[in-house]
């Protein structure tokens, strides 16, 4: 176990009690998180829309933890109203939103620049940057009623620097970025003087990794590839650093190109 997540559990930190969504939730990146925050005391509020897959990242949190309060909905985050309604719902049947974790992925790259398919580009939109959008728009009040909201969205270190091959990629993940930050700015202005009541932050990696992936490739390096433990660690941790250090900013779990 980490230093930050012996300090966080138990002992009535920031995410004790807080109420943490999490969309795109069933994948390993949303595995490691739902039990990181269940762990440091949060109830989680999960979304995704493969719902035998959250069912069962949601079961396997709620049975390493006993007692958290880890909740599964079937979301199409494409879907405006439908994610508004996550949000509202959330917000009513538990009182507040703290945090909203983006863990929506996706990936199509091509052998080179010419050779690239507009049609990855399409379905890459939707993926990473129009699930930020609703989910933004739908949870910044939530967020802003908090107190000490977080929004926080996982990107990738080719958005600041883009390859031939994933032209479609980058562009995507610069422009989900892109909206973060804007969210950033609404709420530093927001509160004024007082400082942000939230905070809109991106998490930047070079790729994630996980068990699976190193037992399906044992001799595989995985250079500068973050572990989605460490992910959810560093996501805890957002909520135990001041909001106005979190808002508006990068946090590098990788170098910087």
């Not at 009690?17 to 949303?30: I, K, Y």
């Not at 009182?95 to 929506?104: A, I, K, T, Y």
């Not at 977080?150 to 990107?155: D, K, T």
């Not at 390859?163 to 993940?173: E, F, R, V």
Request: no cysteine; hydrophobic share 45%.
């Amino acid at each position: 176990m980490t230093s930050t997540s012996q300090n966080a559990a138990g002992n009535g930190g920031p995410l004790d009690g807080a109420v943490v969504a999490v969309a795109g939730a069933a994948g390993p990146a949303g595995r490691a998180t739902l039990l990181r925050l269940a762990e440091a005391g949060a109830t989680v509020v999960a979304a995704d829309a493969d719902a035998e897959r959250l069912a069962s990242a949601v079961d396997a949190a709620r049975f390493a933890h006993g007692g958290a309060t880890v909740t599964g909905d079937t979301v199409d985050l494409l879907d405006v109203t439908a994610t508004r309604e996550w949000a509202a719902r959330t917000e009513k049947e538990f009182g507040r939103v703290d945090g909203l974790v983006h863990l929506v992925g996706g990936w199509r790259g091509s052998s080179g620049f010419a050779e690239t398919d507009l049609a990855d580009w399409d379905a890459l939109h939707a993926l990473l940057v129009r699930t930020v959008q609703h989910t933004s728009l739908a949870f910044q009040g939530p967020l802003e009623r908090s107190g000490h909201g977080r929004f926080l969205l996982v990107s990738a270190a080719g958005a600041s620097k883009p390859t031939a091959g994933n032209a479609a990629y980058s562009a995507a993940k610069a422009a989900a970025e892109a909206w973060t930050l804007a969210l950033g700015d609404a709420f530093r202005k927001a509160g004024g003087e007082a400082g942000p009541p939230a905070a809109a932050a991106i998490l930047v990696v070079k790729a994630l990794v996980n068990d699976q992936m190193r037992a399906e490739r044992p001799k595989a390096k995985f250079a500068g590839f973050t572990d989605v433990t460490d992910l959810a660690d560093a996501i805890a941790g957002t909520w135990y650093k001041p909001t106005e250090e979190v808002n508006g900013h990068r946090l590098w779990l990788t170098s910087q190109p």
